[in-house]
Each structure stands twice: as structure tokens, then as C-alpha cells.
């Protein structure tokens, strides 16, 4: 308990969720060969020894972009981001039936489904322009931008 009433601000204790993140990244970094097995065992070693926020910091910092980059080119994050492009894609599809079918019972001259249809088509556009980027924004990280352990 002493090493939290030390002088400054209060640390923030980890959790396992944060510990496995940083895990993940470094075992993508050993995957790549930018850590050796040595080297890797022993930060992985310290990742799950570590209880505060500030100790899993410097373990992936000399990584490029904080091994984030590893981490969404791997396989299973490839894999994955595919599978979020095509429920985007399916979810659109079946938007623009359903107001296509509601256009056609109306009986209006004018397409109004275009209407949001360009703007669905415009996210999906976006969305698989972007998917490179997904580790940046995408929910699944499960932390605040500002509660990531290498945030400042």
C-alpha cells in the first residue's frame, strides 16, 4: 500500500484486460522479429507482474507506433476487420431494400431513398477506406484514448 502514497499524483492500478493488450502487442512484435524471444519472455513477464498503469508503458514505447501497427496486421485483426466491413456492407444493403420497398408502395415519383442512401454509401465508402487505420478507433480496444497505458 506504501507505493501508492508516495509523493505526486495517485498511480492507476491495471487491470487484466490492459495487461493482455500489451501482451498482445508484444507478442505481434516477437512475431515480426523486432523483439527476440529472450527479450519478449521477459517484458511478457513483466506485463503481467506489472499492477500499475505506468509500468506497461515503457514496455512496448521503443516499439513503431507503440506495436499497435503489429497488432492490426496480424491475421486474426485482418480477419476481423473483414468481418466488420461486410456487416457494414450487409447492413446497408438491407437498408437500401427496405427503403427502396417503401418507395415503391408510396408511389412518389421522385427516389427519395437516394436521399439517405448517399449518406450510407458514403460510411461504407469510408469505412473500407479507413479499415487500415481500425486500431486508432475502433471500440474494440475497450479503453479511453486517455486511459491508455502509453497516454500522457
Known sequence: MNENTTSGPARMRTSDQ??????????AA???????????????AATYAAKFRDELGPLTADLPDGGRRAVAETPQA?????????????????????LTG????????????????????????????W??????YAPHHHVAPWNAPGHR
Open 18 to 27: 490492459e495487461r493482455e493488450r500489451i501482451a498482445e502487442i508484444l507478442r
Open 131 to 136: 479499415r487500415h487505420y481500425a486500431e486508432h
Open 102 to 129: 417503401l418507395w415503391a408502395l408510396s408511389g412518389a415519383h421522385f427516389f427519395w431513398p437516394a436521399i439517405p442512401l448517399v449518406f450510407l454509401v458514403m460510411g461504407l465508402a469510408r469505412h473500407a477506406r
Open 30 to 44: 516477437m512475431t515480426e522479429g523486432r523483439l527476440t524471444l529472450e527479450e519478449g519472455e521477459e517484458r511478457l
Open 78 to 98: 485482418r480477419l476481423a476487420t473483414r468481418r466488420h466491413l461486410q456487416r457494414h456492407a450487409g447492413f446497408v444493403v438491407v437498408v437500401a431494400l427496405f
